[in-house]
């Protein structure tokens, strides 16, 4: 089984940043994706942004600018530096990996975190 442990959620006030990590161990060959997905009360889990073992990124349109995904290959963790926070960003933010657990494995198992809550006051 694999576990994706995340932290670095919180409150903060607009125009004020936060840092999210995520670990992730287990059962691991590889992970192809990394990523942050969100969900705010009443409406459905977005991407926020994601990240390829390849190094490649891809970030939603409403974060452009003001958050940046990064990945160590090696120690299988993605952190998600957000600044210039808006009251729009509040939501549960949700650790996503997408991977192999053995070399000769057809295919990719996709695994979610706890999500941490993120608060940005107006």
């Known amino acids: 089984q694999v576990q994706l442990v995340e932290s670095g959620g919180g409150l903060v006030q607009a125009g004020g940043s936060l840092r999210l990590s995520c670990a992730a161990s287990g059962s691991i060959f590889s992970i192809n994706v990394m990523g942050w997905y969100r969900q705010a009360p009443g409406k459905q889990r977005e991407l926020v942004a994601k990240t390829t073992d390849g190094g490649s990124t891809n970030y939603a349109d409403s974060v452009k600018g003001r958050f940046t995904i990064s990945r160590d290959n090696a120690k299988n963790t993605v952190v998600l530096q957000m600044n210039s926070l808006m009251p729009e960003d509040t939501a549960v933010y949700y650790c996503?990996?997408?991977?192999?657990?053995?070399?000769?494995?057809?295919?990719?198992?996709?695994?979610w975190g706890q999500g941490t809550q993120v608060t940005v006051s107006s």
């Open positions: 996503n990996a997408r991977l192999k657990h053995s070399a000769t494995e057809w295919g990719l198992y996709n695994y």
